[in-house]
């Protein structure tokens, strides 16, 4: 059995690296990349100090979002806690599957430092990045009304893609089917098996929310300097190359490519997040090579908060409180 999923990892990142290659290649025969690397050689990189300053402050935010959708009061993590595993998990997005692929490592750390209710913390953090991904597909949206210009992208499509999920969730979080769903599985002992113990907890979860809409709104609000730092960042960057561009097409741009960037498909979302800005910047008539560079500083930033978050894969806090015990 340990074999089938040794080998399914091997596949999965098998494909991971084909993408990611396949979408390097296309960069570099399509594009002049050596103009590319010699503009972001004489960078200005002082201007990294601001945003850096502004991400960290992101992912704090980020934490509160995701401690505010923590389903169960007797697993909750401490704040500091939450802001460390969302910076461990943004080092992680780097370089693991998707641009979210730190999610599964924050899960991890959230797991293993409250050993209770298990799957309880792995729904806050689905549960998280589920509003984190409407609310950022809203902004698309709303941004799309607003932009000056735009050709070649149909608004009927991204709507539909809205309805779509925001009907999946409303089902998913109706207390009628949950209670049809587990009887349904209740009859069937191998469904019951597997999967009883996540239906239970989904709908105790669901209960929970309900009980604390005020948190649940909380969140969703915290998601609009969540999203407007990461929209600043990317307007502050074209900026200083001299792209011409505004706010909301910015905005529209990049909510877009971080809902396809989110699909495990590349590593870090490597190669996938330039083509994909590439096509919608270019709606803006952006060159190909200005929207590389953008997408080349957003990354060198990533890399800067990255080095941040490295002392905090060890949790100097929790020795040394172990240590003044044992004294």
Not at 69 to 96: C, G, V
Not at 293 to 307: A, D, E, F
């Amino acid at each position: 059995m340990q074999k089938k999923v040794f080998n399914k990892k091997h596949i999965r990142l098998a494909i991971n690296i084909i993408v990611l290659i396949v979408c390097i290649w296309l960069l570099y025969s399509k594009f002049n990349l050596t103009d590319v690397a010699n503009h972001l050689a004489n960078l200005n990189y002082s201007i990294f100090i601001f945003t850096v300053l502004i991400s960290v402050f992101r992912i704090w935010l980020t934490g509160l979002r995701w401690e505010a959708l923590h389903p169960d009061n007797e697993t909750r993590l401490s704040k500091w806690n939450y802001f460390r595993f969302s910076m461990i998990a943004h080092l992680f997005n780097l370089f693991m599957p998707g641009a979210l692929g730190g999610d599964i490592v924050k899960t991890v750390y959230a797991v293993k430092e409250q050993k209770k209710k298990k799957i309880k913390s792995v729904i806050a953090v689905l549960v998280d990045r589920v509003v984190g991904l409407i609310s950022i597909l809203i902004f698309g949206i709303l941004a799309l009304f607003l932009t000056r210009k735009i050709h070649g992208f149909d608004l009927s499509k991204l709507i539909i893609i809205f309805i779509i999920v925001i009907a999946l969730l409303v089902v998913s979080m109706n207390k009628r089917v949950i209670t049809y769903i587990e009887g349904l599985i209740a009859r069937i002992s191998f469904l019951q098996k597997f999967l009883g113990a996540i239906i239970r907890n989904w709908s105790e979860s669901v209960s929970y929310y309900g009980a604390n809409r005020k948190k649940v709104v909380y969140a969703f609000l915290l998601c609009l300097p969540i999203h407007l730092i990461s929209f600043a960042i990317y307007y502050i960057f074209s900026q200083s190359i001299g792209m011409e561009i505004s706010f909301f097409e910015i905005v529209f741009a990049v909510a877009i490519m971080w809902l396809i960037t989110a699909l495990p498909v590349s590593i870090g979302g490597i190669g996938v997040r330039e083509l994909s800005l590439i096509w919608l910047l270019g709606m803006f008539n952006v060159l190909p090579e200005i929207v590389i560079i953008l997408s080349m500083m957003v990354y060198i930033n990533g890399i800067m908060v990255s080095i941040l978050s490295l002392p905090l894969l060890f949790d100097l806090r929790k020795k040394s409180k172990s240590h003044i015990s044992t004294m």
